[in-house]
Nanobody, 123 residues
C-alpha cells in the first residue's frame, strides 16, 4: 500500500489550496481515508475523514465549513479542498488510511497507512 500526496504549497490567508493523494495497491472504497496535519512539537490532528461505501464525512470544528474531503474511487485518489485558509492551518499534511469503516475517525493511531506528507504554509 502506497499513498502519495501532492498539491501543497503556499497561500495567503483567505486563499485556497487543494491537496491530492494517490493510492496504489488497495481498493480505496474499502478503507476509511483521512487527512491529518502536524506542526512541529505536536501530534497529528485529523482534519477530515471519509468512510467507504456511503462516503460519510467527518470534520473537526476547526475546519468545518472550510475544508472538503472527497474521493474518486475509479481513479483511486483522495482530495482535500481547503478554502478560507488561516495562518493556523500551516502544517505538514498527511494522507492516511485504515481498513474498514471510520470507527474512530479522529484518532490518529487508528490509521495504518501513511503518505510522506506535503507542506502547507499560510501567511
Amino acid at each position: 500500500v502506497q499513498l502519495v500526496e501532492s498539491g501543497g504549497g503556499s497561500a495567503q490567508a483567505g486563499g485556497s489550496l487543494r491537496l491530492s493523494c494517490a493510492a496504489v495497491g488497495y481498493p480505496r472504497d474499502k478503507y476509511c481515508m483521512a487527512w491529518l496535519r502536524q506542526v512541529p512539537g505536536k501530534g497529528r490532528e485529523v482534519v477530515a475523514a471519509i468512510g467507504p461505501g456511503r462516503d460519510r464525512r467527518f470534520y473537526p470544528h476547526a475546519v468545518k465549513g472550510r475544508f472538503t474531503i472527497s474521493k474518486d474511487n475509479a481513479k483511486n485518489t483522495l482530495s482535500l479542498q481547503m478554502n478560507s485558509l488561516k495562518p493556523e492551518d500551516t502544517a505538514m499534511y498527511y494522507c492516511a488510511a485504515s481498513p474498514g469503516y471510520c470507527y474512530r475517525p479522529f484518532l490518529e493511531y487508528d490509521y495504518n497507512y501513511w503518505g510522506q506528507g506535503t507542506q502547507v504554509t499560510v501567511s
